[in-house]
């Protein structure tokens, strides 16, 4: 284990932890008390973006009671450098939004289609108007209706009702509000920030509410808001806490299909990146499906995702790694992303580790070396004691490191990723169902069980 690594390591897991958190928790709110100003949560609402219009939606419910100002920043579509694959994103968060609206019972159509340019101009030239917090997040919920329904004539009336700034100041507005959103460290849409952290989406508004009653918020302490997936697997070998249980708790038994005789294992296809904390967060959740359900785990590793992007990207994606890490009892923060030759190790340990049946095994303890414990694959003394914790001997796994057999399979891995219509990790593959992140296991679960004819 290399004591630069560790130094890093080491540097990553305080700047993460909760101490550090507190600390700057604390600056920020003498600062606030010093200049006076109010409390500030931010809606970062990009017109392409269908979560941005969902989590419109939730604070309209949310807002009315809390004590907070809101702006809503309006955004033009990410830059390339953060946003690599957009027709696949688009095409993926237009089905997860209809999905996971009907869970959190908020509006979307069942069979939506991209929002017509035109009217997304017209939509955020309404938005770009200033006004007072609540008067703005009703327009906002109101535009949105009206753009994925693509009704002109209700976004006219929207026009004339509340205004609309004109078109030669649009563009200057939307690139000041994509600087205000990378000074503030994040990069698209469907966001909260709020007090100097970022929270994602609907699936973290339930996050966001803990910190509020937290810092004692009055008006917080009554708000509930339904998530996807409250109650999660821990991977430990002692018992979980409490307030973290496992969700997988079907005792397996045959599957039948319905309105059919015929049994049969269905398979679960992981997508995963050695270089991704959402996989790693993924691991043992996914790990109760082969041990609770009657299904075939088909691991696919892929060279993308990991934290080659924009510092940005990065801070937020390990910040909130490790925020959903803490929620689940995972350990997580003394990292050790690996990098070229490091990563291609992990990937040839892999097809060893397979091809005796510890594929699996091996994941694990090499993403909890690399995410947990600074453990750089690129050493052997590292990637030796992660194999042998995994339950491989050393020596003909030293000996495959130098096989090329991997890299077939995750060329196959990365073409089949696209078939599915998906570019990041963790991906998950079932039947014809398929969906991106961690935070939609829940989805995964339900569709093994509607496959299997279970309630």
Known sequence: MSTLSQLRGAFVAAMLSEPARHARERLRSWMRGATGRARRLELYWLASDPHSHLLAQA???????????????VLPEPAVDVDPEPELRRAFTLRDAAEVAPHFGLAFPAAPSPPDPALAARAEAVLLCARPSAEQLEVAVRVGDALWARDAAALGALEAAHGAVPAGEREELLGRSAALGRARGHYRGGMLYYEGEWYGGVDRVQTLLERLRAEGLAGAHGLTWQALDRLQASPHDTPPPASVAPIFRAAARPGRVRGSGATR????????????????????????????????????????????????????????????????????????EPLGVGVERCLAAFEHAEGLGRGFELMQSVMRGIWAEARDPASDADLRFVAERAGLPWRPLRRALGEPAWRTRVADNAAALREAGLWGVPSFRIGDFTTWGQDRIPLVERRIRDTLGWP
């Open 59 to 73: 604070l309209g419910r949310l807002l009315p009671v809390l004590p907070l100002e809101l702006d809503v920043v």
């Open 265 to 336: 294992r269905p398979k679960l296809e992981l997508f995963f990146s050695f270089r991704s904390p959402y996989s790693y967060l993924a691991l043992s959740r996914t790990k109760h499906f082969a041990l609770s359900y009657p299904v075939d785990l088909e691991l696919r590793p892929v060279l993308v995702g990991g934290l080659a992007a924009p510092a940005h990207k990065r801070r937020y994606v390990v910040a909130d790694a490790k925020r959903e890490a803490d929620r689940l009892a995972l350990p997580f923060g003394r990292i050790c």
